[in-house]
């Protein structure tokens, strides 16, 4: 290993092929699947993916240590799996901040004081590109009204758990939402570095493939 590497800081690298064809090979319902073909390496490759908006994601944080979780039905999965509020970025022009602020509010009737960048994240960017922002809000309060949900959040189950109690969920493979474990390992690791390693609740996203374009 040389020295460069040992001091280079590890930073995901942004690169632009030349796109050579770019097709929409299914048109769903909430996304499309994509295909494209681009030059790599002196080669044409072709790859189809998920066409995702992206979505911000919300660990909620309360004076007790506690975050909110909830859990509802994943169809895909087969699964009431435990999770954290969570939403698309599908409305036109909305910024990332007040999505997750939207959310809060429509699937936990909260809202909060103090936002915070926790985590960006690719959910699986050899198959969609899909990139999520994880916010941490603190300040809790409730909206003081109840939002109606349908479908699978008619039913949604929210539970208030010590922030260490639910990374012992996660470190013991009981919870499986790759959102909320990253959210849940993230924040103990900056509570333990006392909140230091946060970002500005607007800061940029650069590495969402769609808003940095």
Same mark, same amino acid.
Do not use: C
């Given at each position: 290993?040389?020295? !460069?590497?040992?001091?280079?800081?590890?930073?995901?690298?942004? =690169?632009?092929?030349?796109?050579?064809?770019?097709?929409?090979? =299914? *048109?769903?319902?909430?996304?499309? /699947?994509?295909?494209? /073909?681009f030059r790599y390496n002196g080669d044409e490759i072709t790859r189809e993916y998920v066409d995702h908006t992206g979505a911000v994601a919300v660990l909620a944080l309360d004076d007790d240590g506690r975050v909110l979780l909830i859990r509802q039905?994943? *169809?895909? /999965?087969r699964h009431?799996?435990?999770? +954290?509020?969570?939403g698309l970025l599908d409305q036109h022009g909305e910024r990332?901040?007040?999505?997750?602020?939207?959310?809060?509010?429509? !699937?936990?009737?909260?809202?909060?004081?103090?936002? @915070? /960048?926790?985590?960006?994240?690719?959910?699986?960017?050899?198959g969609n590109d899909e990139a999520i922002r994880i916010y941490l809000a603190r300040g809790i309060r409730s909206t003081g009204s109840a939002f109606a949900r349908e479908a699978e959040e008619a039913d949604i189950e929210v539970r208030w758990v010590p922030l260490d109690e639910a990374v012992?969920?996660?470190?013991?493979?009981?919870? *499986? @939402?790759?959102?909320? +474990? +990253?959210?849940?390992?993230?924040?103990?690791?900056?509570?333990?570095q006392g909140w230091s390693t946060l970002g500005a609740a607007d800061e940029?996203?650069?590495? *969402?493939?769609?808003?940095?374009r």
């Open positions: 290993m040389t020295d !460069e590497q040992t001091t280079t800081q590890l930073n995901d690298q942004p =690169f632009r092929p030349e796109v050579v064809s770019s097709e929409t090979a =299914f *048109h769903g319902k909430i996304w499309d /699947v994509r295909r494209e /073909v039905y994943r *169809h895909p /999965v009431r799996d435990w999770e +954290i509020p969570a990332p901040l007040l999505a997750a602020q939207r959310e809060l509010s429509e !699937e936990a009737d909260l809202e909060a004081e103090q936002w @915070n /960048v926790l985590a960006d994240v690719f959910t699986s960017p050899g012992d969920a996660v470190l013991q493979r009981r919870v *499986h @939402n790759a959102p909320l +474990i +990253i959210a849940l390992l993230a924040a103990r690791a900056a509570r333990d940029p996203w650069p590495s *969402h493939p769609k808003l940095s």
